[in-house]
């Protein structure tokens, strides 16, 4: 699959913020040793909650959720070493996730950069595959690309650094890790465009998605976007969640909460230090105009608020056609089908109902299949922003 080695642009200034942006609270070390085999959790994103041995070479792995309830996402991630091996030998895996089905299927690496996916069989809460193991070769298995808080530090550093763009930490989360951010600065009281990635630990398309988004925002040197980048200050926050994704949780923060829920109460600092960051700018007389999160679900789809939409106290949504209008030429330029679902949830703490109600502005959800085809995000992801722009320009006030 090979996506993240397309994922940064400038190959050279790679490690510099890793130390400043690596995850404190070291993961606790759940290995599962066995004579021949040892399954390894030892880094950030690996879960497995636990394992026995089942035959000569088969294993059950046991997948559990951080807390209950919760929307069943059974996440995992871990590093295969064989003990003594002299020869090629094949081993068995049953996954078995205890409150959900399965939901992600199975890829190995070597490296945690080069991913390849794996037959398996699924039947309910179980999912069975088989890895061939070379002598002194761990293998690391995962249910999906893993992106991890070093990787995000990496592809930040990789983006424009100047006068106009900064890296910063938009605060701490539970457990003390960082919330990397970047921001691009148009100018004093310009609008600001809101980007967001990583609520849900798992959602990894919707990282891979934000990812290719972002390059092409930041870099692309079409005149659309280039003028974009005159008009508008832009804020990406892409990891959203660096607590529940180090652990390997399928949705929730260390709180137990599912962060995609907590933007009217606040109860966690992550959703608190947005809000302190967009209520600032708004001080400062510079307008949130738009806001994307990017999430995962089973299938491409954009969750957008409704065109009519009438705030609480209600009034309507400034620029009302923005979302339509952006989402039809979308559909224009790409092969696949644009599905759209228009909704409101007043009281669920959804980050665009959130946007909606507190900027009387657009937000949308943009959710990417688990398994869509990964040049299909990045062709997607890339069209989007054209689109985008063309449509944010539009409706900015002259
Ligand atoms: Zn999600």
Known sequence: MGVLSHLTRSGSSLLLSVAALTSVGAVAAAQCEFAQLTIATDFDTARVDGCEQTGEHAYRLHLKPEDLPINPSPWYAFRLEPNGLTAPQEVKLTLVSHNGPARYAPKVSTDKFQWQPIPYSENDNRMQFKVTLQPSQPVYVAGQEIIDATMYANWLESLPQGPQQQLFTLGESAQGRPLPAYQHIAGEGKPWFVIIGRQHPPEVTGALALMHFSNELMFSDAAVLERLRKEFNILLVPLMNPDGVALGNWRHTTGGVDLNRDWFKRAEPESQQLHAFLQKREKAGEEVFFALDFHSTHYNIYYTM?????????????????????????????????????????????????????????????????????????????????????????????
């Open 306 to 398: 409704p065109a009519d939409y009438k705030r609480p106290d209600g009034s309507p949504l400034q620029h009302p056609h923005l979302v339509t209008d952006w989402l039809a030429d979308l559909a224009a330029r790409i092969d696949w089908e644009v599905k759209d679902k228009p909704g409101s949830n007043p009281d669920r703490g959804v980050f665009k109902q959130y946007v909606a109600d507190t900027f009387a502005v657009h937000s949308v959800t943009y959710e990417v299949g688990d398994n869509t085809n990964r040049q299909e995000i990045k062709t997607t992801a890339e069209a989007a922003v054209v689109t985008l722009a063309e449509t944010l320009l539009e409706h900015l006030p002259k």
